[in-house]
């Protein structure tokens, strides 16, 4: 009996991902869709299958023969900014972008749920997880692929939650006690600005007045 050859994981990963970038694109093209964004989808998985090959071959290299870093480009230096344009053309971003780009067919279905297939049993391979948890350049790779093909995040790939930071000060137990209220002094009444009129007396005040200069008075007759 002949054994059967077993494919190898970048193989798998491979295949997969060449079958749904051609899937994307023979549907796109059916489909009226922009030829840029289509470019834009076939280079982002062309990279994907390119990184994850890297990945896989750091992982296994044994630490006498470590795998080659890449050297770093140089920065660009500084120049004048270029003039004002329209937007760049850029890939979607919301959850499963990639099925509700490409709309499904009634011979063919949706050209990236063979894609979606194909990753969600990955997903469930032993060296997959295992490469996984060793490696946190995987996880990087495959969130983003999760993301695009509507997958939710296995829970291998979650980010672990960041842990807040102490308080430096410690609240102080007792509470701070309560200063003495003061009066405040009334505000002294604003002057007015009109001049004030001199008070005249009653009238009953000036009948009195009369008679008693009547009573202090001689009168002859």
């Known amino acids: 009996m002949t054994e059967t050859p077993t494919i190898s994981l970048t193989d798998r990963f491979a295949a997969i991902i060449r079958g749904l970038r051609n899937d994307v694109c023979v549907r796109g093209f059916q489909t009226g869709l922009n030829?840029?964004?289509?470019?834009?989808?076939?280079?982002?998985?062309?990279?994907i299958i390119e990184r994850f090959a890297a990945i896989v071959s750091r992982d296994r290299a044994t630490p006498a023969q470590p795998a080659e870093t890449p050297a770093r480009k140089?920065?660009?230096?500084?120049?004048?900014?270029?003039?004002?344009g329209p937007a760049p053309l850029r890939l979607p971003y919301h959850f499963a972008w990639l099925l509700r780009l490409v709309p499904p067919t009634i011979t063919q279905g949706n050209a990236a749920v063979n894609g979606r297939i194909g990753i969600q049993s990955l997903l469930d391979d032993p060296e997959l997880l295992a490469l996984i948890a060793?490696?946190?350049?995987?996880?990087?790779?495959?969130?983003?692929?999760?993301?695009?093909?509507?997958?939710?995040?296995p829970p291998l790939l979650?980010?672990?939650?960041?842990?807040?930071?102490?308080?430096p000060?410690?609240?102080d137990?007792?509470?701070?006690?309560?200063?003495?209220?003061?009066?405040?002094?009334?505000?002294?009444?604003?002057?007015?600005?009109f001049p004030?009129?001199?008070r005249t007396p009653p009238a009953w005040d000036q009948h009195l007045a009369f008679h008693q200069i009547?009573?202090?008075?001689?009168?002859?007759?």
């Open 35 to 47: 030829h840029l964004l289509l470019a834009l989808i076939s280079t982002r998985l062309t990279r």
């Open 74 to 84: 140089p920065r660009p230096t500084p120049g004048r900014e270029p003039p004002p």
């Open 134 to 153: 060793r490696n946190r350049a995987a996880g990087r790779l495959f969130r983003p692929l999760c993301h695009m093909l509507g997958i939710q995040t």
């Open 158 to 167: 979650r980010r672990p939650k960041r842990p807040r930071a102490p308080d």
């Open 169 to 171: 000060t410690p609240p």
């Open 173 to 193: 137990p007792t509470p701070p006690a309560e200063p003495p209220r003061r009066r405040q002094p009334r505000a002294a009444p604003r002057p007015s600005p």
């Open 196 to 198: 004030s009129k001199p």
């Open 214 to 221: 009547l009573a202090t008075r001689d009168f002859q007759f």
